[in-house]
């Protein structure tokens, strides 16, 4: 093992020089776990996040998807609504059509007795 100056000048012997590496190299593993359980909370954080922002979407979707069938609801009636005003129409033009022809045969027949 090498010695650094620092070391030697902290140690008498070598097997206080070997405690210090150890004590270095635990040093070192605690720092690496520490920067990985903070990167390991990041990644947690920014999941939850994630699926926060998935569940308001979802959300958002369903209420879209209701929108859509609400506004398919409303065509449907629409339609059938406008469906039963054209047959209403159509009937009122049929019966204006009828009493107009029962008109003339009216008409026709006051004729007919007028000349008899």
Not at 93 to 100: A, E, G, L, T
């Amino acid at each position: 093992m090498v010695r650094g100056r620092g070391e030697q000048a902290e140690s008498s012997s070598p097997a206080m020089s070997a405690m210090m590496v150890v004590l270095k190299l635990f040093s070192q593993q605690e720092d690496t776990y520490t920067q990985v359980m903070v990167a390991v909370r990041q990644a947690q954080e920014m999941q939850q996040k994630a699926e926060k922002r998935a569940r308001k979407f979802r959300k958002q979707a369903r209420l879209l998807e209701q929108a859509q069938k609400d506004r398919n609801d409303w065509e449907e009636i629409a339609e059938y609504r406008r469906q039963q005003w054209v047959k209403a129409i159509r009937e009122r033009d049929h019966k204006q059509d009828q009493m107009s022809h029962l008109a003339r045969e009216k008409e026709t027949v006051h004729e007919h007795i007028g000349h008899s």
